[in-house]
C-alpha cells in the first residue's frame, strides 16, 4: 500500500523559514516522479513544485519560484520542501503527491497533508 | 499559464445524473485528471487520462474531453457522492494546472 507522511508544518512568522518533509513506503520511491500541492483554507488545490524521480529536474509554481527549494534523497525515500521568505498567503495545507508520467503528469497517490501558518 | 475553468458549484438530486465542467483552451489535444475531495480529507483520482477510471472508483464515474470542455460525469449520483472536483492538466508551459473546483452537492 502506498503511504505518504508529511510532516514540518506549523507556525511561522512573516519572513521566516520551514522544512517540510514526506517520508514515503509501499513503493519504488527511486522511481517516481514526486511533487507537493497546496490548499489555502477554504481554497481550491494549487501545484507548489515537481522534482524527477532521479532529482535530474525541478519544476516550481511562479508564486514560490525563488524562495522554495524541493529535493529528495532516495536512500531514506524522502522528500523535503525547505520554505523561505514565508509570506502570509503560503499559508495551507501542504500535500505530498506522487506524480507518475505516461504521457501526462498527475498526482495518483497523496498524503494526508501538514498545515502551515504564516502568521505574527 | 493555462487556465481552466469549473462551473463553482452544480446541484443534483439522488440517482441523477451530475455533469461536471472544465473549460481550457484547445483542453482536448490534453490530458485531463479529475479529483474527488471530500471535507477533511485528502484529493484521490477519479478520473485520469480523460476517461480512465482507477481501481476503487465505481463505474457510475466517467469522463470525456474534447474541443474545449472536458466533462465529468457521475451516474445515479449518490450522497456519499457529495464533494469537491478538481480537474488538472499538465502542459508544457505552466506545467500543472488546476481547475478552480466544483462543489456537488447532493440534493
Known amino acids: 500500500e502506498v503511504q505518504l507522511l508529511e510532516s514540518g508544518g506549523g507556525l511561522v512568522q512573516p519572513g521566516g523559514s520551514l522544512r517540510l518533509s514526506c517520508a514515503a513506503s509501499?513503493?519504488?520511491?527511486?522511481?517516481?516522479?514526486m511533487s507537493w500541492v497546496r490548499q489555502a483554507p477554504g481554497k481550491g488545490l494549487e501545484w507548489v513544485s515537481t522534482i524527477a524521480d532521479s532529482a535530474g529536474f525541478t519544476f516550481y509554481a511562479e508564486s514560490v519560484r525563488g524562495r522554495f527549494t524541493l529535493s529528495r534523497d532516495n536512500s531514506k525515500n524522502t522528500l523535503s520542501l525547505q520554505m523561505n521568505s514565508l509570506r502570509a498567503e503560503d499559508t495551507a495545507v501542504y500535500y505530498c503527491a506522487r506524480t507518475p508520467y505516461s504521457g501526462s503528469y498527475h498526482f495518483d497517490s497523496w498524503g494526508q497533508g501538514t498545515l502551515v501558518i504564516v502568521s505574527s | 499559464s493555462y487556465v481552466l475553468t469549473q462551473p463553482p458549484s452544480v446541484s443534483v438530486a439522488p440517482g441523477k445524473t451530475a455533469t461536471i465542467t472544465c473549460g481550457g483552451e484547445?483542453?482536448?489535444?490534453?490530458?485531463v485528471h479529475w479529483y474527488q475531495q471530500k471535507p477533511g480529507q485528502a484529493p484521490v483520482v477519479a478520473i485520469s487520462?480523460?476517461?480512465g477510471r482507477p481501481s476503487g472508483i465505481p463505474e457510475r464515474f466517467s469522463g470525456s474531453n474534447s474541443g474545449n470542455t472536458a466533462t465529468l460525469t457521475i451516474s445515479r449520483v449518490e450522497a456519499g457522492d457529495e464533494a469537491d472536483y478538481y480537474c488538472?492538466?499538465?502542459?508544457?508551459?505552466?506545467?500543472?494546472?488546476f481547475g478552480g473546483g466544483t462543489k456537488l452537492t447532493v440534493l
Open positions: 488538472q492538466v499538465w502542459d508544457t508551459g505552466s506545467f500543472v494546472s
Open positions: 487520462y480523460d476517461s
Open positions: 509501499g513503493f519504488t520511491f527511486s522511481n517516481y516522479v
Open positions: 484547445n483542453i482536448g489535444r490534453k490530458n
